[in-house]
Nanobody, 123 residues
Framework: QVQLVESGGGLVQAGGSLRLSCAASGRTFSTYAMGWFRQAPGKGREFVAAISWSGSTVYADAVKGRFTISRDNAENTVYLQMNSLKPLDTAVYYC?????????????????WGQGTQVTVSS
């Protein structure tokens, strides 16, 4: 089991940037993939980005070119740099720890989830 704590959410104007962080503990961080998902009001949870144990990345089309996922295995932390934010990006963002080493978009491949952090983008 992995414990995850997110931080970095907040209120930002459209076109602005935010960086989310997620600190992990409980398993050897460098051995599993990490991901970010989000859930907007009234909608289901959707995939945002994932990174493998070695740094290979996968992005949802909606954020490709604007968001960057990265990890620091020495600090047991994964990041989501979000640029050119849009009101449609408003959601609760969740960090997730993968069951496997490879990055995937499937939420069923993630076994531990953080509590979520709110991101609100105003127009």
């Amino acid at each position: 089991q992995v414990q995850l704590v997110e931080s970095g959410g907040g209120l930002v104007q459209a076109g602005g940037s935010l960086r989310l962080s997620c600190a992990a503990s409980g398993r050897t961080f460098s051995t599993y993939a990490m991901g970010w998902f989000r859930q907007a009001p009234g909608k289901g949870r959707e995939f945002v980005a994932a990174i493998s144990w070695s740094g290979s990345t996968v992005y949802a089309d909606a954020v490709k070119g604007r968001f960057t996922i990265s990890r620091d295995n020495a600090e047991n932390t994964v990041y989501l740099q979000m640029n050119s934010l849009k009101p449609l990006d408003t959601a609760v963002y969740y960090c997730a720890a993968g069951l496997w080493a490879l990055a995937t978009e499937n939420p069923a491949d993630f076994g531990s989830w953080g509590q979520g952090t709110q991101v609100t983008v105003s127009s």
